[in-house]
């Protein structure tokens, strides 16, 4: 019933910037903690960024300068702004949220099928 959809992903050159948004759908009351996480071909899967709930966030050293992680509680959507992209950014990105049903209850964690991300050098 509740099910994380990524989108955002695609082809784009070095230098550039994507954007990958998260929507949480289904029957559920907001998200909490929530972050990225990418696999690249025959590595892996690594973490990326964290945002909390009260907007605190966290980012991979990789990363860090370049990417951004952002929430919008009223859609129940998180987002991914990456900049500056490298070859090595180059993988899969997945989403995962923990979801709230109602208030104070917590229905448990819940990944996305995730999106690819290719940049071209």
């Known amino acids: 019933q509740v099910q994380l959809v990524e989108s955002g992903g695609g082809l784009v050159q070095a230098g550039g910037s994507l954007r990958l948004s998260c929507s949480a759908s289904g029957s559920i009351f907001s998200i909490g903690t929530a972050g990225w996480h990418r696999q690249a071909p025959g590595l892996q899967r690594e973490w990326v960024a964290t945002?909390?709930?009260?907007?605190?966030?966290n980012y991979a050293d990789a990363v860090k300068g370049r990417f951004t992680i952002s929430r919008d509680n009223a859609k129940n959507t998180v987002y991914l702004q990456m900049n500056s992209l490298k070859a090595e950014d180059t993988a899969v990105y997945y989403c995962a949220a923990s979801v709230y049903v109602r208030l104070g209850m917590r229905r448990g964690d819940y990944w996305g099928q995730g999106t690819q991300v290719t940049v071209s050098s």
């Open positions: 945002i909390t709930s009260d907007g605190s966030t």
